[in-house]
């Protein structure tokens, strides 16, 4: 399917590994010039690097070194792409998740960490993305989150209760900047990327598990019976930042293999 994209221009957040450098993969594929960003400026070239051998057409990858949490960074993101490329079609944002640990071992220095990093940095993004993304031919945000704002899970409780507001503003972002910007968030479950490999591989090291391939197994508690594929989530990301998914926006899109049971 011809998404409709290339030439276009997208921001994505925490892409020089995970989740994030998949929505990066999924969009220069498609010939989307992309800029990605990532604290460490060693394996942000190597990112960089990566996606310009797939990059389709004349696309092209700007690599702009930040931190997520410092506000100037921030503003900085959105100056650079549009200084690299003139404008800015879609804005995809990831982050790091939070440490885990129950509610009585989680400090107020840990929720405020956990708030700039996952909220405040979506909030800054979009204040000095909007203006841009509505000058353009149908501007999209997509928020990569968790699908722990539709369920619980044990021992998160930072993400399961900070990740709640970036829904939220997502939600009121799709008809404040409707019909300019469409807004929408996915929800992935475990993906293999190089933060589950590093878990799975040390339990494997401490004997929890005779292998990789059996380590891995146990993160995938799905009907699917298997882990997803980062791409398969970058695939999506691409998918709702095109006008092929024109008339979806407010939505947030559970993608973790039919693992979770919540009705909505």
Known sequence: MDLQIDGNVALTTASSSGLGF???????????????????????????????????????????????????????????T???FGRLDHLVTSAGGPPSGPFLETDDEDWEHAYELLVMSVVRLTRAAAEPLQEGDGGTIVNITS???KEAIDGLVL?????????????????????????????????????????????????????YEEGLQEWA???LDRIGDPIELGNTVAFLSSPKSGFITGQSVVIDG?????NL
Request: proline letters at 4%; zero cysteines.
């Open 147 to 149: 699908r722990s704002v």
């Open 221 to 223: 508690n799905n009907p």
């Open 82 to 84: 549009l200084a690299e």
């Open 22 to 80: 998949a929505s990066a993969q999924a969009l220069v594929r498609e010939g989307v010039n992309v800029v990605v960003n990532g604290r460490d400026e060693d394996r942000l070239a190597e990112a960089a690097a990566e996606l310009r051998k797939e990059a389709a057409g004349d696309a092209t990858v700007h690599p702009v070194q930040g931190d997520l949490t410092d506000e100037d960074d921030i503003q900085r993101l959105v100056d650079e």
């Open 159 to 211: 993400s399961n209760s900070v990740r709640m507001s970036v829904i939220g503003l997502e939600k009121t972002l799709s008809q404040e900047l409707a019909p300019d910007v469409r807004a929408n968030a996915v929800l992935p479950g475990p993906h293999e990327t190089s933060r589950i490999e590093d878990l799975v591989n040390a339990a494997v090291e401490r004997g929890e598990y005779d292998s």
């Open 258 to 262: 039919g693992a979770g049971n919540a």
